[in-house]
């Protein structure tokens, strides 16, 4: 069945009008002081993960479907209701973050399986970035990869050279 999605300011206003709240948020605000000390903590604590930031830019239009395919296998996994993707949500969605000195970024985890190696999609985050913050509004974890998609947004933030890191999380 079909379903009106809202992300709005003033929830009062729309519990009014038959909506109810499906999920809370929670901000994660990070400063970032030292970079090469957020990266040696990392690779300290983390150096068993193969983490792999890919702009959805670097991938090629014509892959657009199979991976919106995924993503909504995995989604469909994970929630009772999501938003449905595909090739055209994926490009627009790319544009409005890229508008807004953005990107769209899939994490993978390069993983071995005797002599097979594949990678395994850990998680999905889309950015904007303004007066060297920048903010997570989709961080999307797959499975129990939390702690693996937070890295990725992190190492992002200091590639980019962002001072401060604030990631919207959805919360139960």
């Known amino acids: 069945s079909s379903f009106a999605f809202l992300m709005p300011k003033k929830q009062e206003y729309y519990n009014s009008l038959g909506f109810r709240m499906v999920y809370n948020t929670r901000l994660l605000d990070y400063s970032i002081v030292d970079a090469d000390e957020f990266e040696r903590d990392v690779l300290d604590n983390y150096s068993s993960l193969m983490l792999n930031i890919t702009s959805l830019g670097q991938i090629k239009e014509n892959e657009y479907d199979k991976l919106a395919y995924e993503l909504n296998d995995i989604m ?20 409005e ?8 970024c899939i994490v993978s985890e ?26 997570v509004e989709r961080f999307e974890p797959f499975g129990n990869n939390m702690v693996a998609l937070l890295i990725s947004v992190m190492k992002q933030a200091i590639e980019i050279t962002c001072s401060r890191c604030i990631i919207t999380v959805f919360v139960n």
């Open 76 to 95: 469909e996994q994970q929630y009772n209701a999501f938003s449905l993707r595909d090739k055209s949500y994926l490009i627009d969605m790319l544009d």
């Open 97 to 104: 973050h890229r508008c807004q000195h953005g990107d769209v």
């Open 110 to 135: 390069t993983m071995a399986d005797g002599n097979d190696i594949y990678d395994n999609l850990v998680g999905v985050f889309a950015y904007d970035v303004y007066d060297e913050v920048m903010y």
